[in-house]
Every structure is written in C-alpha cells, then in structure tokens.
C-alpha cells in the first residue's frame, strides 16, 4: 500500500506541476538535429531529398513521467522554391494523465546568397490540443492511511479537460558547407494553454551554430573522412533557459558524441551519443542517454532517445542548394 500510496501521490504531484509552472515548456530533445524541424521550421527541406524522421524520448523512465514521440517528413519543391514540411507529435506526462498532441505544416524559402552561402527562412503554422485525463488522477487528501484511496478531494475538476489553438512560429538559418547557425521564435500567439485561470504559453526562442571541422586529408578517393562538429544551442522560454554544448565525431557510418546540457542557475545533463548509417545515407538510426547531473532528478533515471531516419531519392536529381552539413544526431 505504501508504495502505490506514493506513485499516486506523485501521479497527483506531476500534475499540479505541470498545470502550473512546467505547464510553460516544450518537450526537449537531446538529439537536436535528428529531429530539425522540431528545432528550427527553417530546415524544411535543407537536406533537399524527400526525408522522414521519426524520434522517442522516455525521460525520467523511473517514474514514467515524460514520454514524447514525433515524426516528420519533408522535402526540397523547386516550384515553391524552397522546402515543405509536416510534423505530428506527442508529448504525454505522468503516464498520459496530461497530454499534448500538435500538429505543424512548415515552409521554407531558400535563399542562395552567394557561391558557398546560403540562406533558408521558414514558418510554421500550428495546431494543438492538451488533455488532461481527470480520473486517474488521485490527490494525497483521498488517501485513508488505513483504507487508502477512499476519500473525496477538494481539488476542483477544471470545467474543461481538452484545450485546443492555433500557433505561428518562425525561424531563419545561414550556412556554408562548413559553418551552419540559425535562430527560431516559436509560438509567437503565445495561445492560452491553462484549463483554469488565463496563462498564455510563453514564447521558446532558440539560438543554435556549429562548425564542420575534416580531420587530416583524403589521400585517395576510397578514404574514409573523419569529422569532428563542435555545436552549441541556447533556449529560452519565460523564466526558463538552457545550454547544450555538445561535441559530435563521424567517420564513415559509424557516429558519436558528447554533449553537456545547464541552465543558468544548476548543471542539468551530460548527453551520451551514438549513431549508425550506410555509406549511402539512406538511413540513419541513433541513441542517446541523459545522465542526470542534477540533484533535483538524480534519482529518475535521466532519459533515453531513440531516432531513425529514411531518405528516399530525389524528384529532381538537380539540387539547387548544397545539404548543411549538422551533426548526424
């Protein structure tokens, strides 16, 4: 009885939490650039060729209390002279007691600048809905600590459990075949996402740039090249901010990396990162793992992601643009 006295407990916990102050942040993902459209609407289409990505996210596996799911497809349209892109995702909490479901249509215009820059500008239309699942929730003033979860709460039931709206946002990248950086404002309606009193959803900017660096030179043309790709991405979203800075290895198929992620008051996570495709980049898949370096979630496991991606022939066999070279996560 303990022990589901204290799941409960959390159950309940989690969702004050979130309908309060956590109830202002996206999902995070640690492998940025396997999921880019999440990251900047501005990649729609950057890799030029009709692309699917699919990633999952299980943090704080522990006590099942975040689970976010997300697929994407996009392409390059030379008559839009730029790039599509369409993004379901799932993000559920405390075992899909609240739950986000969004949907986003992406378009972005590419730019080339000059020879060896380039410029893509998105935006992203939004719709989404938030469900709060009310009856498997149970509060610590039901709890008879003899007859357990008998009582009746005086939490009052919010008049509505699903809320849905419409959300813009906007990004931008500038890149050349070895450097890459790009901002993005997202949710710039800021929609009200409270199911009791008005609380608009702050809006999430993101800042993000890496470099493509070859280590040593190909001899012959079967020599396989190493790259290092050192990145960084800086987000902000009402009173809350973090720093990624990660390190990213590639060598023929095989990939790794290192990333270490903190906010501006504590530490939060080191990144642990690997990755496998064919020399022909048709598909890719990838795993990371969050040790948690903060006191506050040392014991919840830190999080494991999981991404795969598939990238089919081009339409067009002409490309416009070159591909930007980010980290294969």
């Known amino acids: 009885m303990r022990m589901n006295t204290k799941i409960l407990t959390l159950s309940a916990a989690v969702f004050l939490a979130l309908t309060s102050t956590l109830r ?18 501005a ?10 990505n699919l990633n999952h996210r299980n943090q704080y596996p522990n006590y099942s209390v975040f689970q976010t799911y997300s697929g994407s497809y996009d392409q390059y349209v030379e008559a839009l002279r730029g790039g599509v892109g369409l993004m379901v995702l799932q993000d559920e ?5 609240l739950s986000n479901t969004q949907v986003d ?15 893509l500008a998105g935006l992203q239309a939004s719709y989404r809905q938030t469900s709060l699942n009310w009856n498997q929730l149970t509060f610590p003033d039901e709890i008879d600590p003899f007859r357990g979860a008998v009582l009746e709460t005086q939490e009052s039931r919010p008049e509505n459990t699903n809320v849905s709206n419409f959300d813009v946002s906007a990004g931008i990248i500038g890149y050349s075949r070895r450097f890459y950086i790009g901002i993005a404002a997202h949710h710039l309606t800021q ?10 959803l702050p809006v999430k900017f993101t800042g993000h740039a890496g470099f493509t660096i070859p280590l040593g ?15 960084v991405v800086y987000q902000r979203q009402g009173p809350f901010d973090q720093t990624t800075l990660s390190l990213a290895f590639s060598r023929g198929a095989i990939s790794g990396g290192l ?5 501006s008051t504590n530490a939060d996570a080191v990144v642990l990162m690997a990755g496998y495709g064919p020399e022909d980049g048709k598909w890719r898949i990838g ?17 494991h992601e999981v991404s795969l991606s598939y990238q089919f022939p081009c339409f067009n066999k002409k490309k416009q643009l070159q591909a930007i070279n980010c980290p294969k996560f």
């Open 217 to 231: 030179r190909k001899r012959l043309a079967t020599d396989i090249q190493n790259f290092i790709i050192p990145n």
């Open 105 to 119: 249509l992406m378009y972005s215009y590419h730019l080339k600048v000059s020879r060896d820059f380039s410029v």
């Open 287 to 303: 795993y990371s793992y969050d040790v948690s370096v903060s006191s506050v979630a040392s014991n919840l496991g830190g999080a």
């Open 259 to 263: 990333g270490f992620r903190t906010t």
């Open 93 to 97: 909490a405390a075992n899909g007691i």
């Open 43 to 52: 990649f729609a289409g950057a890799f030029q060729c009709p692309r699917v």
């Open 24 to 41: 202002g942040q996206d999902a995070n993902f640690s492998q940025f650039y396997a999921n880019p459209l999440y990251l900047n609407p």
């Open 191 to 200: 929609p009200d996402v409270s199911f009791y009193v008005a609380d608009r």
